[in-house]
């Protein structure tokens, strides 16, 4: 799996970085203009520890993440 970004020029998506496989199938993702959220204290402090776990280097790659995903299927 790859997550890449881009935008819409001319009605068409143009995606930042290197091109993707022709024919690759994609799933589009668009958030509402006005989409945002609302953390209560337990969740910001939640937020705030993950954050500084990830400065640290305490994290596993999405690479790492699927395979561990795979050997549990």
Same mark, same amino acid.
């Given at each position: 799996?790859?997550?890449?970004?881009?935008?819409? @020029?001319? &009605?068409?998506? @143009?995606?930042? &970085?290197?091109?993707?496989?022709?024919?690759?199938? @994609?799933?589009?993702?668009?958030?509402?203009?006005?989409?945002?959220?609302?953390?209560?204290?337990?969740?910001?402090?939640?937020?705030?520890?993950?954050?500084?776990?990830?400065?640290?280097?305490?994290?596993?790659?999405? =690479?790492?993440?699927?395979?561990?995903? =795979?050997?549990?299927?």
């Amino acid at each position: 799996m790859e997550i890449t970004t881009g935008k819409v @020029v001319d &009605g068409k998506v @143009v995606i930042d &970085g290197a091109p993707l496989v022709e024919g690759a199938r @994609v799933t589009i993702l668009v958030p509402a203009a006005d989409s945002g959220f609302t953390l209560n204290e337990d969740e910001r402090k939640l937020l705030a520890e993950s954050i500084a776990e990830i400065e640290r280097g305490e994290f596993i790659s999405g =690479d790492e993440l699927l395979r561990r995903i =795979d050997k549990r299927s």
